[in-house]
């Protein structure tokens, strides 16, 4: 049992790592799976991938509270009215909700319509090492396209609603193909048309909020099995280790975006691919369906 518990540990640190920095976080799970086994149903196994994220998305709303919360008279320069009950509302922050929602319907529409679909055919070993290597070729590409151009949106508030549309049309690529990372394919694709490189990543993180509940509520009611108390003692182990480490990932990858590119993560996932598809070659990864974000 105390190995169960190591196990769950060892899963909420690389949850908590791998799903702020643009490398796939199912990647490495496959990965991490081979080689450390939870004592648990498979049913639960593919429950558990998903719902272990609300840790980590628990870290976000801690770090960018002030930034997300939309009322309060404090520091508020956008009030819906001077006086009365719209003087506590944040007009910036609804309006940025607002984008946030509308960058969720593209992976909303397709995730509610086709979600045991892509379960089945693609989250196998082989799209995600082809989403890892392909997806990190783009990164490496776009970063050095935008290398010699300056972003023209700056901050979080100055993405227009055409912005946010796009940038869930990247999320939607995270959506379909296993490997290609959600939080890589917006930063990335966020950069590509015009985003300074911090604006995209804490809209991305914003964006993951609603992303991330609503997959693990879609989960957890398709889930038809039996849950032990065991079970539900490792997923806490989970959720609270990917709450700790996202709280230090975060704001490590926030300092780290002002001074250097992305160019570094295309490379690891470019790696990373190729020793996924030899892993699979080998026999040590299976090809079955597997769960969990991209």
């Known amino acids: 049992m105390i190995w169960d518990y190591f196990v769950a540990f060892i899963f909420g640190v690389v949850e908590g790592i791998t799903e702020w920095l643009p490398i796939s976080s199912t990647g490495h799970m496959i990965i991490l799976n081979e080689f450390l086994k939870l004592n648990v149903s498979p049913e639960f196994y593919d429950l558990y991938l998903v719902v272990i994220q609300l840790g980590a998305i628990m870290a976000v709303i801690v770090i960018f509270w002030k930034d997300i919360w939309p009322f309060g008279t404090k520091n508020n320069d956008h009030p819906f009215a001077k006086e ?89 690529l995270a959506a379909v193909f296993p490997g290609a990372s959600r939080s890589g394919s917006t930063i990335v694709g966020s950069i590509a048309i015009g985003i300074k490189r911090e604006a995209a990543a804490k809209f991305t993180f914003f964006l993951a909020i609603p992303v991330m509940l609503g997959a693990s509520l879609l989960k ?12 539900i003692v490792l997923l806490l182990i989970g959720m609270v280790t990917a709450f700790g480490v996202s709280l230090l990932i975060i704001n490590r990858l926030m300092a780290f975006i002002k001074k250097h590119s992305f160019t570094c993560f295309g490379w690891y996932r470019i790696v990373l691919g190729v020793i996924v598809l030899i892993l699979g070659a080998a026999g040590v990864i299976g090809g079955g369906a597997l769960a969990g974000a991209a």
């Open 220 to 231: 957890v009611l398709k889930f038809d099995g039996d849950v032990t108390g065991h079970e």
């Open 84 to 172: 009365g009950f719209g003087s506590y509302i944040k007009k910036d922050k609804i309006i940025m909700w607002l984008k946030i929602a509308l960058a969720c319907v593209p992976a909303a529409i397709v995730g509610v319509l086709f979600d045991n679909w892509l379960d089945e055919h693609l989250y196998n070993y082989v799209v995600v090492a082809i989403s890892l290597i392909l997806f990190g070729i783009a990164f490496i590409v776009v970063e050095r396209y935008m290398k010699d151009r300056t972003p023209t949106i700056k901050t979080v508030n100055q993405l227009n609603w055409g912005h946010a549309f796009a940038i869930g049309m990247f999320q939607l």
